[in-house]
């Protein structure tokens, strides 16, 4: 059994994702309030906090899936490198290929492996023919530790695989548009200990390549696979830290009470 | 409402002795409950039966009044072409051959059965060779002369004519007519009847497949033993061909549109009650929409395949885009979420996934809404389609906009007429159409079963 591995150093000090005074109102509901948050580069950030506490609305908002609830309105400001993803000269479409997103229960679309992986690419046109398009699958793949599960049957479909596989070829279909940051909402929730287990460790090797986010409700796992932890309550973001002190030295009472499993 | 309290003994007492029941023999109240339930399953048994009992007899009726118009009784004779009668220039051209009318030719038809009679050794009694020609459909001569019309060459030769036989000689073979009912008919005499029996014992007269009665045209009301369902199943499928090539893009495009794009809003809500509500318009309606705009402002031709086929769409376009909306609804979000969050368009996520997914409903929807446009009647009658056409429309496009007639319409059509063969007639191309309609439905289903898909 993997232990709970607190101390863990973060690489780089450079901010991939800023976000200030973030508001977020479904309709007239006020779900996410005053967020303010600095995303680093090739880190894991863990989200955690109670359900309906706003923390996969925060994440929706990083590639700005929220556009597609009619009823959802963002305020403030949420910078990639520099630029307002909130401008009006940004495409969402162009924003979510730089920033890959992985759902809670594993997508794949009813099409073979190969095409899921390869999808992407070919709607950004980012290979020039079938031989660069292998190589991306096949690297992408690789990437997400399903290559050699799946290598023989590509053309089988997706949907046939089991729950892990299904979720790490979500993951393979993510990283296939080389996105910057890799969004992961509660990734491994529909998946048995041992598929979690290898997701986990997928995620902490694609740290070297993408800035990682991850909303989860384990802490455990929180505490396993990310550099930082921010805390979600209610919609403020109560505590932001490195994960090793926000687990051993909590500095809001209710950061301290959730881990310790008095609310939440 | 009042609630009566219960009284003390109602409420046994917490201490109270329990009654020891056997579980062999149920209590009071699950035996009234087992008996209202067993009552009820009698209720749906006896309304299944009697529906059973009704699509039995329908089908039986519509059988066996139909059937018979599938086998037709013919003549076959040798008939000389003399061409000196037929063709009075000499020189083989049609044209100048054309001003022989069916006259003519029945003459013909009636001295060859003559002969053949004679020379099978037939007594034809007081009959005059006029009587004989009566044993033969008026529509005889006609396609007679059209044989020689069109293939001049076989003039002076002699053919084997294969005639219809008169809608009542046939109708004798088929039980509707009897000595009787001969003895009282103009149109025919227990004589001809009894030369009939002769005639098939000679083997000159024979019931067999009418292949006719799904290529001829209609004819008119004294040969329904001519009628045939030719011109109708042409202006069926022209109009289907226009409905599917109208309604379905159209209305997947508007499924589209109102399901993956629209803002949902009180526009969108009042559009979406408002073809709810078209679908339940009566079909008539769309036939006074159709005259109105189609033939009286758009001055479209009358009768003709193009504007049935509009004002079909029109009927259609409710039917589906509802089934289609229901589709497109019905594909998981998570699909959506997947190719968003790859960086699809909205267009991409709905071409590359959603609407493939939802290909197997939509096209569920469409086959049936087309089997419903295919049965529809009364639309049909207000432009003009429940003319009496003989005359095949051209190919398409041109064709379009030829009279036609369709399948609901000629039904309907021979029902109104007076002669009994028309009831035959009538019930034949019902089974026709209910053959179609099940092909069609059948169809749907295999599609639905097969590409149905389970997240």
Not at chain 1, 97 to 102: D, S
Not at chain 1, 160 to 181: D, F, H
Request: hydrophobic residues 45%; charged residues 20%; aromatic residues 6%.
């Amino acid at each position: 059994m993997k232990d709970i591995r607190l101390e863990r150093d973060v690489q780089t000090e450079t901010n991939k994702i800023e976000a200030r005074k973030v508001q977020v109102y479904y309709g007239t509901n006020h779900a996410l309030k005053d967020v303010d948050v600095d995303i680093l580069d090739k880190t894991v950030t863990a989200f955690i906090g109670p359900s309906g506490c706003g923390k996969s609305t925060f994440l929706r908002c990083l590639n700005r899936m929220n556009d597609t609830v009619a009823s959802a309105r963002v305020e403030g400001m949420i910078t990639l490198e520099g630029e307002n993803i909130y401008d009006p000269r940004v495409d969402p479409v162009q924003l979510r290929a730089k920033i890959g997103m992985v759902f809670q229960k594993p997508n794949p679309f009813p099409k073979s492996i190969y095409d899921n992986v390869a999808y992407g690419p070919k709607i950004h046109g980012l290979t020039r023919n079938k031989a660069e398009l292998d190589e991306v699958v096949e690297a992408c793949l690789r990437k997400a530790a399903l290559w050699n599960e799946v290598k023989d049957r590509l053309q089988s479909p997706g949907t046939g695989l089991s729950g892990g596989q299904q979720q790490r070829l979500c993951i393979a279909r993510a990283i296939a548009t080389s996105p910057e940051v890799l969004l992961m909402d509660e990734p491994c929730s529909a998946l048995d200990p041992i598929a979690t287990a290898q997701v986990e460790e997928l995620i902490d090797e694609l740290r070297s390549q993408f800035s990682v986010v991850i909303v989860t409700h384990s802490m455990q796992q929180a505490a396993r696979v990310s550099q930082r932890t921010a805390f979600f309550h209610l919609g403020y973001l109560v505590e932001y830290g490195e994960t090793g002190a926000i687990f051993t030295n909590p500095k809001d009472p209710r950061t301290e009470s959730y881990i310790t499993g008095r609310i939440g | 409402m009042t609630t009566v309290p219960p009284t003390q003994d109602a409420v046994p007492a917490a201490d109270a002795p329990r009654v020891a029941h056997s579980l062999f023999a149920p209590d009071k109240r699950t035996a009234s409950r087992n008996a209202q339930e067993s009552r009820f399953r009698a209720y749906g048994l006896v309304a299944i039966v009697i529906a059973l009992l009704m699509l039995v007899w329908l089908l039986f009726s519509i059988f066996s009044a139909g059937l018979p118009a599938f086998r037709q009784t013919f003549i076959e004779i040798p008939v000389q072409l003399e061409a000196a009668v037929l063709d009075k220039a000499g020189n083989g051209n049609p044209v100048e051959m054309a001003s022989v009318t069916t006259i003519g030719y029945g003459k013909l038809i009636g001295r060859a059965l003559t002969a053949e009679l004679e020379a099978k050794g037939i007594d034809i009694g007081e009959m005059t060779p006029k009587d004989l020609v009566g044993m033969v459909s008026e529509n005889a001569a006609a396609d007679l002369r059209d044989m020689v019309l069109a293939d001049p060459k076989l003039l002076g030769t002699t053919v084997q004519f294969k005639a219809l036989a008169h809608g009542r000689i046939d109708g004798y073979f088929k039980g509707r007519v009897t000595m009787e009912t001969a003895a009282r008919d103009n149109m025919t005499s227990p004589e001809k009847l009894m030369l009939a029996d002769k005639m098939v014992a000679a083997g000159l007269m024979e019931m067999r497949f009418n292949a006719g009665f799904l290529t001829m045209p209609d004819a008119s009301d004294k040969r329904p033993e001519a009628a045939g369902l030719g011109v109708a199943i042409i202006g069926s499928l022209y109009m289907m061909v226009v409905v599917l090539c109208l309604a379905l893009p159209i209305g997947v495009a508007a499924s589209v549109y109102l399901e993956e794009f629209a803002p949902k809003n009180r526009w969108t809500d009042l559009i979406e009650v408002n073809i709810a509500n078209l679908a339940a318009v009566p079909s008539i309606v769309y036939g006074i929409l159709g005259l109105s705009f189609f033939i009286n402002f758009a001055e479209l031709p009358r009768s003709a395949p193009i504007v049935g086929g509009l004002v079909l769409t029109l009927m259609t376009l409710p039917r589906i885009i509802i089934p289609t909306r229901a589709a497109l609804k019905a594909v998981p979000p998570s699909i959506r979420d997947a190719a968003l969050g790859v960086g699809a368009s909205k267009l991409q996520t709905v071409t590359h996934h959603v609407l493939p997914l939802a290909m197997p409903g939509v096209l569920t929807g469409t086959i049936i809404g087309l089997a419903q446009a295919l049965g529809e009647t009364a639309p049909l009658l207000l432009i003009g389609m429940v003319a009496f056409v003989r005359d095949f429309p051209g190919a398409p496009m041109s064709g379009l906009f030829d009279p036609a007639s369709a399948l609901p319409v000629q039904i309907y059509n021979w029902t109104q007429r007076g002669d009994p063969g028309f009831v035959e007639r009538a019930s034949g191309a019902i089974i026709v159409l209910l053959v179609f309609l099940i092909v069609m439905n059948t169809a749907a289903i295999i599609l639905r079963r097969r590409y149905e898909r389970r997240w």
